[in-house]
């Protein structure tokens, strides 16, 4: 397994494929919502396997000159807890570095701030209830250079 940044159109296709899948068919949310008027401005990696199966996904977005933003971080239902959240963390927050970033923000879902927390983000403050459902908290990360 290994981390990748997609390239094709294949890529992309298999990449929002897992997106809609894991963060938004659970909740009878329609095709399409797992996509936002941004994605061509924004970096995208996932995790495959050596069958070149799609198993985890991220986003990361530039909020503004200090600010870089991890959106639709997704692993496939059988592979959580295995350490591949971890490995789209490490991509981002090193590129993140590289390019000045001060700090990495996030919007974590409830189930999820516990992974977070694990990975040195802090939890600052409940914010929006997705569905009427889904309590998410923003999280950051302060990135050392």
């Not at 494929?17 to 095709?31: D, G, I, S, T």
């Not at 692993?75 to 090193?94: N, P, T, W, Y």
């Not at 996030?106 to 701030?113: I, M, P, S, T």
């Not at 694990?118 to 409940?126: D, F, M, P, Q, S």
């Amino acid at each position: 397994m290994h981390v990748v940044v997609p390239q094709s159109p294949s890529d992309y296709e298999r990449y929002y494929a897992l997106r809609f899948e894991v963060l938004r068919k659970p909740w009878n949310q329609p095709p399409g919502s797992e996509k936002d008027d941004i994605e061509k401005q924004c970096q995208h990696a996932m995790i495959v396997t050596d069958a070149g199966e799609v198993i985890g996904v991220c986003r990361m977005q530039y909020n503004n000159p200090e600010e870089a933003q991890l959106r639709f971080m997704g692993i496939r239902a059988d592979m959580q807890g295995k350490g591949l959240g971890k490995l789209l963390l490490v991509h981002f927050e090193e590129i993140a570095r590289k390019e000045g970033f001060k700090y990495m923000t996030l919007q974590a879902r409830e189930k999820a701030v516990s992974f977070y927390l694990r990975n040195g983000y802090v939890n600052k403050e409940k914010t929006k209830l997705m569905w009427g459902s889904i309590q998410h908290y923003r999280m950051e990360k302060q990135l050392e250079n």
